[in-house]
Structure formats: C-alpha cells, structure tokens
C-alpha cells in the first residue's frame, strides 16, 4: 500500500454572498495554486468537484478554466458527505496507481439544494432536519441527564473558537446568548444550530513518491472509515450514530490509532447534540459524559475539538464542509493554525456524516 | 495489484417514458439482484450512482430501499461519461482495498438537465450539441472524402443491431430512409443523432477473492484510460479526438492489448461522425478510413462495432449509458449475447466520452 498524503489545502472566507457555484469553486483552486510550492497544472491527474449543487459538468468547467488537464475528472455529491467521500475518491485514484496527484475542490451556495431531501419533504411536516436533531437531543437528555446548558456549552465553545478562524463568517456568542436565542422545537434554539452559508475549500492530494515536490511538511492519511446504514432517527437506540461507530472502528483499525491518542479532531455538528454523540460515538469520551467534557473544554481554552469552529461556529456549505474540515487537521498537524494551533498536534481526526447519520466518514491523519 | 471484474450486468428496457430517476435505479438495481447467484445485499461495500440528475443523496437512498449497507455510496456526475467514471472508480476503491464488491447503477430521464449544459448555453445560437457534431462532420468530409452516404452506414449498422437489443427503443431504418430523414444542418440529418432517453444499467465489480461467488465467467478489466481536455472544436484539428486518443494509449498500455486484438467494442456514437472519429483515434482503423471500414461491417453483417446499437440505436440516456456500454461487452464476453454474439469474443473495449470529446474513458476487458 502506498503512503498517501495531504500535501496542501485551503479555504475561502464562507459568508452569506450571492457567488456563482464556479466562482466559488475557482477561487478555492487558484488559492489553492497561489499557496502551493512547485505546483504545475501539468501535475494534476484528478479533479473531483464536492458540491449538492449540480450544474452539470463542473469538474470538467473547473479544470479547463485553470489549465488543468487530467486524467479523471467529475463531480461527488453524498449530501453533506460529499468532501469526505472526494477525499476518500481520490485517494482510492492514487492508491489504484491512476493517479498521483488530486485536486480535490468543494463548493456549495447558501442556497443548496441539498438543503431539505426529496425524502425529508416525503415526511410532510416533518421534513426539517431539526426535527431529527431535537429527538436526539430529548433521548439523549432522558438517558443521560443532559441538559440544555451542555447544548450551550457546544454552541458557545465552536462560536468562540471559530473567532480565531478567518474564513469563519459567525459572530462570538456567550453561553447566555446561546441559552436566550429563539426557541425552534422543544430542545434546541437557534444557536444550536449549524447554518448553511457560501463557501469553497480545496485539498491537493498527492502519493509519498511526489508529495515532496510541494511540500516539506506532507500530513498522511493514516485511517479511513465510511459506513451508509439508515438515518439514525429510525433506529431504536436515538442516542448513538451507527455509522459513526462503524466508521470509526474501521480507521482506527486502518490507523492502529486509538482514540485517546487523537490530539484534534474536526467533527460534524450539524446541531449541538451531535458534537456529544459523536464525541462518544468516536471514543474520545465515555458515553453519556460528553456534555461535561466540553464545558471543561470550554472552561481551559481548550481547542482540540472543532478547533476552526465546527459547522455551528463557521458555516455549513454542505459540498465544501468535508473538504474544509479535511484542511483545518491538515492545517493543526502542519502547524500553522495560527491563534487556533493546537499545541504538539501530531494526530488528528475527521468525521463527517449526511442526513441524521445515514452515512459517516471518518479520516485519521497525522504527521 | 488485485485483478477486477465485472462479475454480472443488466440494463433495463430503454423508452420514453414518464419513470422517476430512483424508480430507475431502484429496477436496475433489483434486476441485478436477481439474476445474480449469491449476491447478498450484505455483499456490497459500494453503491455508486451515476446520473445528471441531481436529485440528491440518491446513492444512499438506492442504498436504504435495496437493503444494502454500504460503506462507500455517493453519486458520479461527469456528463455522458459519468457511468464510466463510476465504473473506474468503483475500480479504484476495490484496488485500493476499500472495497470488494461494488455496485454501480446509472440511470437517467429523458428529460435530463445534462442534455444542455450551462457553457453550451453561453454560446447562444450555438448552443446545441449537434453544431460541434457537424464542425466534425465537415472537417472529415473535406479532409478524407467522406460523404453522407459513410454517415448514413454507421446509423443504419446501429440501428439494425439494436433490433437484436431487447433493452433499445429504436427501430431499423434503412440507408435510404436515413439519407432522406430530416436535415437539421448543412451536414447532419436527423438519424444521424443519437436519441435522449429514460433507462438504466447496473454492474457489479469484484475482486478476484470473490467474484467467483457470484460467476463462473467473470470479465476482468485489463486497461483503463481516460483524459479530460477541452472540447474538440477549440483545436485546430477537428478530425481527431485528443482525450480518446490519450485515454486508448493509456488503456492499450495498461492492459498490453493492441487495437488490432480487439474483437468488440462499444463507442460513442453521439453522432454518426463521432463513430468514425473514435474508430480512427482507437486505432481500429487507419485515420480517414473509417467510412469504408463501417460500411464493409453492414455489408458482411460484422456486428463487432455497436453490437447493441450504440447511443444512435439503443438511446441515450447519459447517466446509464457508460454503464449500459461496459454491460454489453460483459456480456459479449460471456458468451451470452444471443442473436447480437460476436463469434469467439475474448477481448472487448468500451469508449465513452462527454462534450464533444472534453473527456474520453477507454476501458479493455478480457475474458
């Protein structure tokens, strides 16, 4: 098996502007160019666009309009899913020897349609995601005792942290303001949620044999998870994410990485809920106990857990999320996150996952 | 590297029918399941769904009404070679030891959003497909003497083949009544057009660990190649197509085929100049003779090229269509193609391509 790597990454500022999907997409790529060492439109063998938004051919759009001509080109979409299952893509490209080097480029418009499903509206009044996230977080309360101020703690930690990110678009939120925002169901507030926004993120791939050329600082994917089962709201159990725990027992296993090795992780939280079931979904703390332990990561200034904010604090461009939450653990293990760095970052974990869990990634890298 | 098959195929029956896109993939899929042996849902590591219809998260929807648990599953979009995109990459992800059995089901409406693309439309008048087609046409004609009359073989071949096709919706015109169908540009008549379609196609790929659980006839992918470039009509040759000519190099090269070894083979006859085009680029024939070459093949009834009908005979719906290529050479490999057999096929290739050949794949498979 080849050793494959990150080589470089990048992000756009997310915001709530009105930018074509190919703006949005070509700017990522030509920042992506702009920060890369050594890097020629001739190295490029695949472009794999991550977006919900189809507008037909734009892996092919993006690689003619920077020059790029590769051998493998076309669009992923797994809803919210989709940047983590790209990476996976393209590693599978290079590991396959189809490939050495891969852009990988998400976008999404705040206007996605991958917003509501065609089956979400199939549950008629139902159809929102928040529907899902509030019987998470009423089972979860139930089981556990969890309370609405660890949902705050969530919300007030990831908005916070995401102060220290430049291309976050959120403001800084007390746990007061989290706790007084307007109430949306019987558990969760606004502040609770992750909003959708507009933004792009880029990720260049590349195997051991060539990573060198555009970087001496490559961070290696060490594990890779993926699991598609049903939304976990149809599941008896409404406290766990089935997907996630399989996903993960894959990359730790690919990894021989164990969870209280992960010393950042970037993890989906599409609602303050599933920042703590996800937390002890992957291991990193014993389930039930996740709410006290991100008050106590709150109280330190600790950032290892959605050190750019998450998508609560930054912004959720569903195609771009999964690449963005792949460039910021590059960026923390590569040292160079700046006011966010985690300090000594050498092991660092994605997870990422579409429609109440239906399907997780789960990606471990390090240096 | 691991060896890859093609363990079984199916296609559904081509129309113009009103069908919903996962109603498409949901047949193609279930047909496949039972006229496999063996095949158990618990089986299948990835669900890639190839469409230009966006209709989101379709891959995990297909997933969850199949029964199937994936781990990989997300939607390819590459234009008319997106089924072929899917197919390598379900390739990549079973060499790349993610995967060892796949799924890839294509399917599309007639009334495909990716019939006319975003960029055709900024060319204003000259939006439509059939202009790049007959810039192609005019060039061959004047630069190898090639006349309506060639053209008009190439589509009644592929039509009277595709009457041995119980998946084609076509019926068999005469060379006459092709020459005398409606002119729509200074070179192209009518049935020099492929047709848009509603249908699907599903494969199954297997590593060699495991494909003998599902057949005893297995058809391995011996040369993949593909190449994303710009669309034809910007070069100043327009009698060639640079991306099929660099996907078949690679292709011929991966598997140690050469062109003349080939005894079958599906190509993308989006128009009747495109045949000619990609025969000559293949290798199969010698540049500018491919007019003669295919009208010896309706003469001596020779069904190696098209044997199904190709996209001018079978329709065209694009998402499927990669995959309903890859599927007739299986089959053809197998021995199982009925009244449509190659005599003795060993050794097959499949040419696909999207947008006035902007990308071409080339896959050689082998018995």
């Known amino acids: 098996m080849k050793k494959i790597a990150i080589a470089n990454h990048c992000t756009t500022k997310f915001s709530v502007d009105d930018i074509s999907i190919e703006s949005l997409l070509l700017s990522a790529t030509k920042l992506l160019f702009e920060q890369t060492k050594n890097l020629d439109q001739k190295d490029i063998d695949a472009v794999l666009v991550s977006t919900n938004e189809n507008k037909k051919y734009l892996s092919s759009v993006v690689a003619e309009m920077s020059g790029i001509t590769p051998r493998i080109s076309h669009s992923v979409e ?20 189809l490939a050495d080097v891969a852009l990988v480029v998400g976008a999404e418009r705040i206007n996605s349609p991958g917003q509501v499903l065609n089956w979400d509206v199939s549950r008629g ?4 995601p928040i529907f899902w996230g509030s019987m998470f977080t009423k089972a979860h309360k139930r089981k556990f005792g969890t309370t609405d101020e660890h949902l705050a703690y969530v919300s007030a930690k990831n908005h916070k942290n995401a102060q220290d990110n430049p291309t976050a678009y959120t403001k800084h939120y007390s746990i007061d303001e989290v706790m007084s925002s307007k109430r949306l169901t019987d558990d969760l507030r606004l502040l609770d949620c992750s909003r959708p926004c ?7 791939l590349a195997s051991d044999d060539v990573v060198k050329k555009f970087t001496d600082s490559p961070v290696w994917i060490a594990g890779i998870g993926q699991k598609t089962t049903s939304a976990s709201f149809t599941k008896n159990d409404l406290v766990t994410l089935e997907s996630t725990i399989e996903a993960a027992s894959q990359a730790y296993a690919m990894s021989k990485i164990k969870p209280a090795q992960i010393d950042v992780a970037e993890i989906h939280d599409a609602f303050t809920i599933c920042e703590l079931m996800v937390l002890e ?17 709150y109280n330190t200034n600790n950032k290892k857990i959605n050190p750019r904010g998450g ?31 985690v300090d000594g970052a050498k092991i660092g974990l994605v997870q990422n ?15």
């Open 78 to 97: 797994s809803l919210c899913n989709s940047g983590t299952n790209s990476i996976v893509s393209a590693y599978s490209y290079i590991q396959a020897g």
């Open 353 to 367: 996952m579409s429609a109440a869990a239906t399907s997780s990634t789960v990606l471990v890298m390090r240096t």
């Open 198 to 204: 507009t933004g792009s993120s880029a990720i260049l």
């Open 281 to 297: 979904d992957l291991g990193i703390v014993q389930k039930g106990h996740a709410g006290k332990y991100v008050m106590d990561l």
């Open 125 to 128: 009044e139902f159809k929102h």
């Open 311 to 341: 998508l609560i604090g930054s912004g959720h461009p569903l195609g771009a999320t999964g690449v963005a939450q792949v460039a910021e653990i590059a960026c923390q293990l590569k040292g160079n996150a700046k006011k966010r760095q």
